[in-house]
Structure formats: structure tokens, C-alpha cells
């Protein structure tokens, strides 16, 4: 026969408690978060503070002093500026260099700022690019590329010197550079340098150009000297001037055509020249004087 099992009596349920946070003592892992906490807050606390109303001024004496401290050491150990070493200068005044610069012998030269030198030296009118160095222990090193003057640029009746990137060199005297060529013309120093290496091309008629007026920010005009006081006006083509100016210089060279009595000569037109001839005072126009002679 089976034998029978005796179900036993099933236990109570028991309750469970419900866990609570705050225990004492504390476990591990709590100790351990309250320990990051803190931490955090004694981190943030003092900058959260200085953000909102500033180092305060106790801190920023105790800095100041600290930093004087080592400075002062490191100029005890020969660490001053004894020498300026200055490369690339032929147009920027040297006083201009040192007051850029804003160091003078025997200053410590581990409080010298190679950066800040840079952006003064920068904005100086000549000044193109610059580096600075600290060369260890007493010398700074200055590398400076100037600008190059291109040309005079006439703006609102006055003359201002632009480099090959068109930018104007400030505070030059014009005079010093009257055997530059003049342009004209809103847009015409941003072209300049396109335009004057094409000139270049000929060097001979390249000679002869005075002056080139920027037409609607499209094509050029030039003025070519001629001698003896005279000119003559040249109008270049929108596009492909390159051509039109190699074949102005051959015909030149072939039939001497600036030296002839010419006032313009129209090449905007790719398969035609115009040129226009001066016009000389007809004998009637002339005025007669008292004594019978022409004037």
C-alpha cells in the first residue's frame, strides 16, 4: 500500500521591514557617499563663491606675493633680460619695437610675455607677422616680416600706401613712395597685386604705367607715360587682360606705338584696338597778336 504524507503546517508570514536610510551605525557604503559629498562641496563651494563676487583680496595679495617671491629669486639666479636680439626691422622705428616689447634690462625675464609682445608688435604699422622668444637665461629673440609696399591707393583725393595684400600701412608719408604706381578705385588695392604681376610681364611698358583706375569693380585703365609730359589712356578688357596687355607690348615693340600721337587706346574689345589720336590746334584756331604772329 502507499504511504501516506503528512502535510506539515505552514509558518506565518513574516513582515518584512522596510529599509531605512539613515542607520546607525552607518554602513560602508553610505560612510562612502557622504564622504564624496563633502568632498564635492568643500571642492565647489569656494569656486562657486569667487565666480559670483571674485577672488577675494587676501587671496589675490597672497598670490601676488608668492609669484613676486619667485621672481625675485629668479633674478637672483641671472634670470633677467640683458639682451634683444631683433630680426627682419629696416622700416619699423627700434623705439617702436621696445615700447611694443615692454621690457627693459635686467627685468625678469621669466615675467616677460612672449604672447602679449606678439599682438603689440602686430599692430604696429610695418609689422606684417612677428615671433618672440625667451631664449634662456637673459636674451629675447624678435623675428619680425614687414609689409611690402605695392602701391599708392587715392581714396577720397587723398594717397595712402597698401601693401601686397592690400592692406593700408598707416601713418606713412605718401611722399616717400611717389615711384609707386597710383590706383583708383574702391576695390582696387584687394586687386592690385593680380594686377601688377601681370604688368610685370613686360618690364619695359611696365615702366611707362602711372597710374590704374579700377572701372565697376570689373576691368582696369591704365595710364602710360609717354615722355615729355604726355600720356596715354589704356582700357584693358574685362577678361583675358593678360592677352591684351602682351599684345599692346608687341605693338609697341613692333611699331613703336606709344611714341606716337596717341591719347587712347580702347582694347576692350577682343578682336579690334581703337586707338584715338591727339588732336592738334587747327592754324585757325589760333589767336593772332598785335604783331601779326600766331600764338
Do not use: C
Amino acid at each position: 500500500m502507499p504511504r501516506l504524507k503528512v502535510a506539515r503546517p505552514r509558518r506565518p508570514a513574516q513582515k518584512r521591514q522596510a529599509a531605512r536610510f539613515w542607520t546607525w551605525p552607518p554602513t560602508p557604503q553610505a560612510l562612502r557617499a557622504a564622504l564624496i559629498a563633502g568632498g564635492v562641496v568643500l571642492v565647489t563651494a569656494p569656486a562657486l563663491y569667487m565666480w559670483r563676487v571674485g577672488t577675494p583680496l587676501f587671496i589675490t595679495r597672497a598670490i601676488t606675493g608668492v609669484q613676486n617671491g619667485l621672481l625675485a629669486a629668479t633674478s637672483s639666479a641671472g634670470l633677467t633680460v640683458q639682451e634683444i636680439f631683433v630680426e627682419g626691422r629696416d622700416e619699423t622705428p627700434a623705439s617702436q619695437v621696445l615700447a611694443a616689447l615692454g621690457v627693459k634690462r635686467g627685468a625678469p625675464i621669466l615675467a616677460f610675455d612672449p604672447a602679449r609682445a606678439k599682438e603689440e608688435l602686430e599692430r604696429l604699422p610695418w609689422v606684417r607677422e612677428a615671433s618672440v622668444e625667451r631664449r634662456l637665461p637673459d636674451t629675447i629673440h624678435v623675428r619680425i616680416a614687414e609689409r611690402r609696399p605695392l602701391a599708392l591707393w587715392q581714396r577720397n583725393g587723398q594717397l595712402a600706401l597698401i601693401d601686397r595684400d592690400g592692406v593700408e600701412i598707416q601713418g606713412i608719408d605718401p611722399a616717400r613712395f611717389a615711384h609707386l604706381p597710383v590706383l583708383v578705385g574702391e576695390d582696387a588695392p584687394a586687386h592690385a597685386a593680380q594686377l601688377l604681376a601681370l604688368l610685370a610681364t613686360e618690364p619695359d611698358l611696365e615702366k611707362r604705367v602711372t597710374a590704374a583706375v579700377r572701372v565697376s569693380g570689373r576691368r582696369w585703365n591704365l595710364r602710360l607715360d609717354t615722355g615729355a609730359g604726355a600720356s596715354v589712356d589704356v582700357q584693358l578688357p574685362e577678361s583675358n587682360f593678360g592677352a591684351a596687355w602682351a599684345r599692346l607690348a608687341e605693338l609697341d615693340r613692333t611699331n613703336n606705338l606709344l611714341d606716337r600721337s596717341v591719347a587712347a587706346i580702347d582694347m576692350r574689345l577682343p578682336d579690334r584696338l581703337v586707338v584715338r589720336l591727339v588732336q592738334e590746334t587747327p592754324p585757325s584756331a589760333r589767336r593772332t597778336g598785335r604783331n601779326g604772329r600766331s600764338t
